[in-house]
Structures are given as structure tokens and as C-alpha cells.
């Protein structure tokens, strides 16, 4: 396995020990929607993110020797810091979707997961921790990606944790959260945070913090002392089709749905957004309501709005790209061009 590993990741270089075996799966069988880790594709994460490697002192560099008197060239993130949060797919059938119809996408999303909410009383019906891969660093220190998993009645949650320290230089912690809530009468909603934290045992020790490597074997009790380097909160959808436009943009088209006991609602939308020209959003909600004593009813509400980076510029937003990644954020910039409500009826 690590052979084949080695040549389609065209490295000599893999973790001390890699549970290639393990993984962690969650599917939702009725829509075929799943999430799953391995360490396979955190390494792939790695290869891609090519980061330099750490430097550490000249004493240091003799541990990572495998002979007496070789000498040692560190050319590679020899840490495995994989910027990895995780794998999903969509199957239909039991197989994966291979005609591209449809995919899963995590958009950006101001859903924050309440993990207050996590610490209730509701009992736990399945628990697991999955480790995925570990290197010690020649003994200068840990690297190690690992993923737990808890099932409650009413959702599941787990925490991918990559968690490195370079004795006396640098301390990583990369964390992704995912919460799916369910029930009976609603879809699955899948959110997931990512925070990414780091210092270096320099840094720490000009804060007043000890500076000794055995202060800081538990991430749990350091990972407040880490500043933040990366925050984002994003929740997976079904896409109907997207385009980057040449990365001059995006062109985007999915479809969201709920429904309870009383009624179901969906949301169609096509998002479009031309760096630095345009930005133009076409929404279509449709709700049918119902009941045992009545007909369901269906209206739609169609809304298109669009604008110029220039027109939104002279109003005193802003004119960068990056501020209009999420469509939800900004549909309120954008000026109405067409609204109208309709009511399906048979004729």
C-alpha cells in the first residue's frame, strides 16, 4: 500500500506510521450524500499545500539521519500539515455520481455550529476516535491527525484535529467541527467550522507562557493560547452546476429544500458573480402548503437582482472580489430588476 501511496503522490516521503486502513464514513442512505475521512486524501492535501519546511537547530536536523553519516537536506514539509477537511461525494444506487449531474459543494454560510448546544444531556449512541496518521518528528515533537465522532438522537458531530509541535519552535493546530442535525419531518443540514491556529514557542514565551516542550502536550488545554490564523464557517449543498469562469469568477446553480408535517419549501438559485464587472442573483423560493383537510397549495416568488462592481462602488460598498463570496451576505447590495409571485393552478 505505502509503495503504491509513494508513486501517486510522487514522494519518497510518508508519516512514521499511517492507518491507511481506517477511515471514518457517515452517509445518508435516502439521498446518498457522504462524508468520509482518510488519511490518503489528508496526505494529498499535503503534497498540494507544499508548505517550507520548519526550521529547526542544526542538532535537531542530526535526529531525522537514518544512517550514521548522512547527511540531511529538509526540502519537504516534513511535518504533514494538511490543510485536509475532509472528503464527500454524492452516490446514487450505491455508486458514486460519474455522470457530474449533480455535486456536493460547502459554500460559505453565517451558520454558526452551537457547540453549547453539544454539552446537553441527550445520550450518546455511538462514539469512535480514528487516527489517521502520526509522525514523531525524529523526536522532535508530534504530528498527528486524528478524527472522533459522537451520535446523538438528534445529530452527529465530529472534530478532524491535525495537531503539530516542533519542540521549541512551532505549535499547529488545524481543527474542522461538523454538525449534522436531523429529524424526522426535515432534511439533514450539514454545517462545518474551520480554525486554523498557530504560534511559535517564541511568541508564546514573550506573552509570559512557559517555553518548555512538556507544557504543551494536550491541545485541548493550549489551543486558546494559539492566535487564529483562519476562521470560516461553511454548509454542504447539492449543485446543479458551476462554472469558474477561467478563475475570473463564478457561475453557480443548486437547489436547497425543507419540509415539515405542514409544508415544504425550496430555494433555486442562480449566482453569478464576474470579477471586478458584475454580480447578478436569480432566486426562485417555492412553498406548497398542505393539510388533511385542504389541497396542497404552491406559489412562487421569482426575484432577480444584479448590479455592477462599479454602481455598488459609488454607493460605498466595496469593489473587491473578496467580499462578495457569499450570495446570501450580499443579496441586499443588489437591486431588484425583476419580482413577481405566481400560483400554480390546473386549468
Same mark, same amino acid.
Given at each position: 500500500m505505502l509503495c503504491r501511496w509513494e508513486e501517486k503522490l510522487q514522494t519518497s516521503h510518508l508519516p512514521e506510521m499511517?492507518?491507511?486502513?481506517?477511515?471514518?464514513?457517515?452517509?445518508?442512505?435516502?439521498?446518498?450524500t457522504k462524508v468520509h475521512f482518510n488519511a490518503y486524501d489528508a496526505l494529498v492535501g499535503w503534497k498540494k499545500e507544499a508548505l517550507p519546511p520548519v526550521e529547526v537547530p542544526a542538532a535537531a536536523q542530526w535526529k531525522f539521519?537514518?544512517?550514521?553519516?548522512?547527511?540531511?537536506i529538509l526540502d519537504y514539509d516534513y511535518t504533514f500539515t494538511t490543510p485536509y477537511s475532509g472528503s464527500e461525494s454524492l452516490e446514487t444506487s450505491g455508486e458514486a455520481?460519474?455522470?457530474?449531474?449533480?455535486?456536493?459543494?460547502?459554500?460559505?454560510?453565517?451558520?454558526?455550529?452551537?457547540?453549547?448546544?453539544?454539552?446537553?444531556?441527550?445520550?450518546?449512541l455511538f462514539y469512535d476516535e480514528v487516527v489517521l496518521y502520526e509522525d514523531e518528528l525524529a523526536d522532535n515533537g508530534v504530528s498527528l491527525l486524528t478524527v472522533k465522532v459522537r451520535v446523538m438522537?438528534? #445529530?452527529? &458531530?465530529?472534530?478532524?484535529?491535525?495537531?503539530?509541535? +516542533?519542540?521549541?519552535?512551532?505549535? @499547529?493546530?488545524?481543527?474542522?467541527?461538523?454538525?449534522c442535525t436531523f429529524s424526522e419531518s426535515a432534511k439533514p443540514v450539514i454545517v462545518r467550522d474551520i480554525c486554523w491556529r498557530e504560534a511559535t514557542f517564541k511568541a508564546l514565551a514573550?506573552?509570559?507562557?512557559?517555553?518548555?516542550?512538556?507544557?504543551y502536550n494536550d491541545p485541548n488545554v493550549i489551543s486558546q493560547r494559539l492566535p487564529v490564523v483562519l476562521h470560516k464557517t461553511q454548509k454542504l449543498k447539492v449543485v446543479l452546476y458551476e462554472d469558474e469562469l477561467a478563475d475570473n469568477g463564478v457561475s453557480l446553480f443548486n437547489c436547497e429544500s425543507e419540509s415539515d408535517a405542514s409544508c415544504w419549501f425550496l430555494l433555486l438559485r442562480f449566482w453569478l458573480r464576474v470579477d471586478g464587472v458584475l454580480m447578478r442573483?436569480?432566486?426562485?423560493?417555492?412553498? #406548497?402548503? &398542505?393539510?388533511?383537510?385542504?389541497?396542497?397549495?404552491? +406559489?412562487?416568488?421569482?426575484?432577480? @437582482?444584479?448590479?455592477?462592481?462599479?454602481?455598488?462602488?459609488?454607493?460605498?460598498?466595496?469593489?473587491?472580489?473578496?467580499?462578495?463570496n457569499?450570495?446570501?451576505?450580499?443579496?441586499?447590495r443588489l437591486p431588484v430588476v425583476l419580482?413577481?409571485?405566481?400560483k400554480l393552478k390546473v386549468s
Open positions: 499511517i492507518f491507511g486502513d481506517s477511515s471514518l464514513i457517515l452517509k445518508h442512505i435516502s439521498s446518498g539521519r537514518s544512517k550514521p553519516f548522512e547527511q540531511i455520481d460519474s455522470e457530474g449531474d449533480n455535486f456536493l459543494k460547502w459554500e460559505e454560510s453565517e451558520e454558526q455550529i452551537n457547540v453549547a448546544a453539544l454539552t446537553s444531556k441527550e445520550p450518546i438522537p438528534s #445529530c452527529w &458531530f465530529l472534530l478532524l484535529r491535525f495537531w503539530l509541535r +516542533v519542540d521549541g519552535v512551532l505549535m @499547529r493546530l488545524r481543527d474542522t467541527r461538523v454538525l514573550s506573552k509570559g507562557y512557559p517555553s518548555d516542550n512538556a507544557s442573483l436569480r432566486d426562485t423560493r417555492v412553498l #406548497c402548503t &398542505f393539510s388533511e383537510s385542504a389541497k396542497p397549495v404552491i +406559489v412562487r416568488d421569482i426575484c432577480w @437582482r444584479e448590479a455592477t462592481f462599479k454602481a455598488l462602488a459609488s454607493k460605498g460598498y466595496p469593489s473587491d472580489n473578496a467580499s462578495y457569499d450570495p446570501n451576505v450580499i443579496s441586499q419580482h413577481k409571485t405566481q
